[in-house]
């Protein structure tokens, strides 16, 4: 049962440029979330996607946009990179469903370097 | 709004003895309480979860933490540290209905002393 993976796993980016990654949820879940870590922080949510819509946001701009496909995948976007969105990149998934208590499962990130 | 607060972002154990890592929570709604271990280059990876029922709930590896809601804690705890419990732990909160949306604490570097 694969669980949930990510690409890629490290790009390097100028400021100003626009980065794309991806994630395929774990088998049978419906629901992806991203996240942003900056080093020595926790995971900040930054959006979820359910029934290929954004369902919920947290407190990111919006050159942070994303992308759910009928198979579940998301990508998640960044536009106008600046040095402050250098940070591993965390793809979690998970099952929204009555009495699901929708704990995460995660990806082990992508690592966006931006110079 | 939720939050949570780890006290302490290094805590030092020798081999063996006890494990204590500190969380707090601030939630408008019942909460469900998440502690995930982070390896080096790693994603996080659950630990335990509390949603409802019993408070004192037991996760992998030895762990487990018990919800005190007058205390708004969820302390995480390990009897006798073993070397490869070296990480970094992260406490988080959700509501009661969509834990995908979870607030984290900033985490706590354990390190295990030979």
Known sequence: DAGVTQSPTHLIKTRGQQVTLRC?????????????????????????????????????????????FPNYSSELNVNALLL??????????????AGST?????????????? | AQSVTQLGSHVSVSEGAL?????NYSSSVPPYLFWYVQYPNQGLQLLLKYTTGATLVKGINGFEAEFKKSETSFHLTKPSAHMSDAAEYFCAVSDNTNAGKSTFGDGTTLTVKP
Do not use: M
């Not at chain 1, 995460?104 to 110079?115: A, I, P, Q």
């Not at chain 2, 494990?19 to 969380?23: F, H, I």
């Open chain 1, 24 to 68: 395929s949820p774990k088998s049978g879940h419906d629901t992806v979330s991203w996240y942003q870590q900056a080093l020595g922080q926790g995971p900040q949510f930054i959006f979820q996607y359910y029934e290929e819509e954004e369902r919920q946001r947290g407190n990111f701009p919006d050159r942070f946009s994303g992308h759910q």
């Open chain 1, 102 to 115: 929708g704990e995460l499962f995660f990806g082990e990130g992508s690592r966006l370097t931006v110079l």
């Open chain 1, 84 to 97: 402050g969105d250098s940070a591993l990149y965390l793809c979690a998934s998970s099952l929204l469903s």
């Open chain 2, 19 to 23: 494990v204590l890592l500190r969380c």
